[in-house]
T-cell receptor
């Protein structure tokens, strides 16, 4: 059953903590993306990767970090430097640049 | 800079009506345009992808059209049902800056009244 999985579905973070959101795909897609969604603001791109071991900053990369050691995995770390991390985080993948994008179910992160 | 606009932000219609959702973009040099559906608290589901060379694409009760010269796309939903209630987003690649980003509209929140 092909698709994109994100875990956990809900995540709570204390002030000063780093947390890592998981994104895995078994679609054999080259490109993967992380978006943040806030009410009334639409989707904003955090980081994206077109190929293994390479990634680029999106529009709001400050306070976030990623890695792309395997084709199927693109974890996102929300660091303590991100001052307002409470949001809905969406991971997506596509076969390549400008191809159809497919999204995971999302992770809702809340800062306590 | 490519910008994508969806108007109206919200729409309520009675069940059974045919309806049209609008998407406009500022730069007509697009590679493709994608329509998504998002249910509350869920990820985005791809509905239709129209290539720049196409004028329309159909899937079941959905029909998406593309007019690059006017910078517009419409998503037509026939015989609407309460299950169609969701937020609908359109997205285009950002070719203007020659990066690999996809630009999303903020969506139209659709409510089908039973």
């Amino acid at each position: 059953d092909g698709g994109i999985t994100q875990s956990p579905k809900y995540l709570f973070r204390k002030e000063g903590q780093n947390v890592t959101l998981s994104c895995e795909q078994n679609l054999n897609h080259d490109a993967m993306y992380w978006y943040r969604q806030d009410p009334g603001q639409g989707l904003r791109l955090i980081y994206y990767s077109q190929i293994v071991n390479d990634f680029q900053k999106g529009d709001i990369a400050e306070g976030y970090s990623v890695s792309r050691e395997k084709k199927e995995s693109f974890p996102l770390t929300v660091t303590s430097a991100q001052k307002n991390p409470t949001a809905f985080y969406l991971c997506a993948s596509s076969p390549g640049t400008f191809n159809e994008q497919f999204f995971g179910p999302g992770t809702r992160l809340t800062v306590l | 800079k490519q910008e994508v606009t969806q108007i109206p932000a919200a729409l309520s219609v009675p069940e059974g009506e045919n309806l049209v959702l609008n998407c406009s973009f500022t730069d007509s040099a697009i590679y493709n345009l994608q329509w998504f559906r998002q249910d509350p608290g869920k990820g985005l589901t791809s509905l239709l992808l129209i290539q720049s060379s196409q004028r329309e694409q159909t899937s079941g009760r959905l029909n998406a059209s593309l007019d690059k010269s006017s910078g517009r796309s419409t998503l037509y939903i026939a015989a609407s049902q309460p299950g169609d209630s969701a937020t609908y987003l359109c997205a285009v690649p950002n070719l203007m800056n020659r990066d690999d980003k996809i630009i999303f509209g903020k969506g139209t929140r659709l409510h089908i009244l039973p």
